[in-house]
C-alpha cells in the first residue's frame, strides 16, 4: 500500500467512527477515558521502554535539551497524562448543550446546540503527551481524532496509541475512533493536509517550521496554535522579589515550551538596581543573556542582542533583555514582535496594568503572574489540545468546548413559510 492509500484508509476509518462518536452517550465516553488512564497507568514500563528508544535515538541524533526534555517519558510524566484522562472525564459534557434559545414571531423555537467538529487531524512533533491529551479532549467533545507525531518519538507515540486505542474500543468507543499514523514520511502530511472529504479541522503542534507548512498548504481548515515569543515588562511600580520571582519561572521552568518567556521589558528608571538582581537569580540556571546596549552598559560580559533576538523563540535558556524609557515603549515592542500568545506586566501602578490589559492584543495576558500559566490543565479545561493564536473560532488553551461547532435545532407546529 503506498502513502497516499495508507492515509486514506485511516482518515475513512476515522470518518465512519466520528458518526457513532458524535452521538455517544456521556457515560460511555467517560467510561472510556477512565479505562484509557488506567492502561496507561498498566503499561507504564512499556510505555517507558519505548520511550528509550526515542530518547537513545535523539541523544544519537543531536536532539537539544529542551527537545530531549519534551521527549521525556518517566513515570511521574506518565501517572500525568493518567490523570489527565480522569480529569477530563470529570468535566461536564458539552455536547447537547444549548447555548441559546428563543421562538421567532412564527412560533417557531429554535436552540442553538453544541456538536462535535467531526474529525480532528493532529499533527505535532516531539512531546508524545500529546498522544493522550488530544485523544483524551476530542473524546470528551465527541469527535474522532488523526494523530501524526514527529518521527522523535515515533517508538513512545505508537505504544501509547496502541494501549489508549484498545482501551477505549473495549470500554464501547467505535473501532476507528483514534487513528495514529506510522509513517513519517512527509508525505504523509501532504496527503492528511488535502483530505476535506474526510477530515474536518487540522491542528498543529510544534515550531514555526511546521505550523507555517500546515497553514500555507492545507486545504482542510487549520486552527494555528502557537509559536510563542512572551515577553515580561517590569514596570517602574514592580516589586522586586515579585519580578525576578516571575521572570526566574517564566524563563526556567520548562524553558522548551511556548508559554516560556524569550524577551524581558525593563522599565529605564529600575535598570540600574533591578537587572543585577535579577542576573544573580538567573545566573544559578545557567541563563544566557543577549541585551540591547543600555542593558549590556549595566550588566558586564553578556551578549548585545541582534534583530533577530527580539523575534526569537529560543525555547532554551536564552532571554532576550530590553531597557524602555515609558509603559508605551514596551507596548509598542510588544506589538512589533509578539506571536500574540502570552503576555505580562509585573507592576503595581493599576493604571499601567490596565492600560497594559487593554492595550496589548494576545491570547493571554497576564498582571503580576508568569505566562507559563497559559495551559489548559492550569486554566481548568483539563488538558489542552493546542494554544491557538489566532481569532476565529478559539483563541488561547483550547478545551473540549473549542473543539466543539454548533447547530440551530428548530421545533414547529407545521408552520410553512409565506
Request: proline share 2%.
Amino acid at each position: 500500500m503506498d502513502i497516499r492509500e495508507y492515509v486514506i484508509e485511516k482518515a475513512k476509518a476515522a470518518k465512519e467512527a466520528s458518526r457513532y462518536m458524535n452521538c455517544a452517550h456521556s457515560s460511555t465516553k467517560d467510561n472510556a477515558l477512565r479505562a484509557m488512564a488506567q492502561a496507561l497507568m498498566d503499561n507504564i514500563d512499556n510505555i517507558i521502554q519505548a520511550n528509550s528508544l526515542d530518547m537513545e535515538k535523539g541523544e544519537k541524533t543531536g536532539l537539544s535539551k529542551g527537545m530531549l526534555d519534551r521527549l521525556l517519558l518517566n513515570r511521574k510524566r506518565i501517572e500525568g497524562m493518567a490523570s489527565g484522562l480522569s480529569k477530563i472525564a470529570d468535566l461536564q459534557d458539552p455536547i447537547g448543550e444549548a447555548i441559546r434559545a428563543w421562538k421567532t414571531p412564527d412560533n417557531l423555537t429554535i436552540s442553538q446546540i453544541r456538536v462535535p467538529l467531526g474529525v480532528i487531524g493532529i499533527i505535532y512533533e516531539a512531546r508524545p503527551n500529546v498522544t493522550v491529551d488530544a485523544a483524551g479532549l476530542c473524546i470528551k467533545s465527541g469527535n474522532t481524532v488523526i494523530l501524526r507525531g514527529g518521527s522523535e518519538a515515533v517508538n513512545s507515540n505508537k505504544a501509547i496509541a496502541d494501549i489508549i486505542s484498545s482501551a477505549g474500543v473495549k470500554a464501547g468507543l467505535p473501532e476507528g475512533f483514534l487513528q495514529y499514523l506510522e509513517n513519517t514520511d512527509r508525505e504523509a502530511v501532504k496527503v492528511l493536509m488535502r483530505l476535506n472529504e474526510y477530515v474536518d479541522v487540522l491542528i498543529p503542534r510544534g515550531g514555526a517550521g511546521l505550523i507555517k507548512t500546515v497553514v500555507e498548504n492545507s486545504t482542510v481548515p487549520v486552527i494555528e496554535t502557537g509559536v510563542g515569543n512572551c515577553h515580561v515588562f517590569v514596570d517602574e511600580s514592580a516589586n522586586f522579589d515579585m519580578a525576578r520571582d516571575i521572570v526566574i519561572n517564566a524563563k526556567t521552568q520548562r524553558p522548551a515550551v511556548c508559554n516560556a518567556m524569550e524577551t524581558l521589558l525593563v522599565h529605564s528608571s529600575i535598570a540600574d538596581k533591578f537587572l543585577p538582581y535579577l542576573k544573580e537569580g538567573l545566573d544559578k540556571y545557567n541563563v544566557e543573556l543577549r541585551g540591547c546596549r543600555k542593558t549590556a552598559a549595566i550588566l558586564e560580559n553578556i551578549k548585545e542582542a541582534c534583530e533577530e533576538d527580539w523575534a526569537a523563540e529560543y525555547l532554551d535558556l536564552i532571554m532576550a533583555v530590553k531597557v524602555v524609557d515609558s509603559l508605551e515603549e514596551a507596548v509598542d515592542h510588544i506589538y512589533k514582535y509578539s506571536t500574540k500568545h502570552s503576555e505580562a506586566i509585573i507592576t503595581e501602578n493599576y493604571s499601567n496594568a490596565e492600560r497594559f490589559l487593554n492595550e496589548v492584543d494576545a491570547a493571554a495576558v497576564y498582571v503580576n503572574a508568569s505566562t507559563r500559566f497559559t495551559d489548559g490543565g492550569e486554566f481548568g479545561f483539563g488538558g489542552e489540545i493546542g494554544i491557538s493564536t489566532q481569532k476565529l473560532h478559539a483563541r488561547g488553551p483550547m478545551g473540549i468546548k473549542e473543539l466543539t461547532s454548533t447547530k440551530y435545532v428548530i421545533h414547529g407546529q407545521g408552520q410553512v413559510r409565506k
